[in-house]
Nanobody, 124 residues
Framework: QVQLVESGGGSVQAGGSLRLSCAASGSTFSTYAMAWFRQAPGNERESVAAISGSGDTIYYADSVKGRFTISRDNAKNTVYLQMSSLKLEDTGVYYC?????????????????WGQGTQVTVSS
């Protein structure tokens, strides 16, 4: 069982930056692929970025490419999402997810564990 705790959300003006963190319990963090998803009110949860267990494979949604960076520190059992040039449409609850294999994927159903989410609000 893995527990995920997100932090770093908040309110920011358009064009600003935020850094989200997701701390995972357990001693086998490097064997888990990790991902960030987000959900805006009335919308389905969508993938934002994913990273393999070793960090050598990374995927981004087209909507965030060039603005967001996913990274992980396996020594600290933590995955990060650096968000820059934030837009109004980036507003939502951001969720961290883990899957019990090292291969990253976009598929929401492939992830086994989820955090409670952290709110990101971008205003004009």
């Amino acid at each position: 069982q893995v527990q995920l705790v997100e932090s770093g959300g908040g309110s920011v003006q358009a064009g600003g930056s935020l850094r989200l963190s997701c701390a995972a319990s357990g001693s086998t963090f490097s064997t888990y692929a990790m991902a960030w998803f987000r959900q805006a009110p009335g919308n389905e949860r969508e993938s934002v970025a994913a990273i393999s267990g070793s960090g050598d494979t990374i995927y981004y949604a087209d909507s965030v490419k060039g603005r967001f960076t996913i990274s992980r520190d396996n020594a600290k059992n933590t995955v990060y999402l650096q968000m820059s040039s934030l837009k109004l449409e980036d507003t939502g609850v951001y969720y961290c997810a883990a899957r019990r294999v090292t291969t990253a994927t976009w598929r929401k159903s492939a992830y086994d564990y989820w955090g409670q989410g952290t709110q990101v609000t971008v205003s004009s």
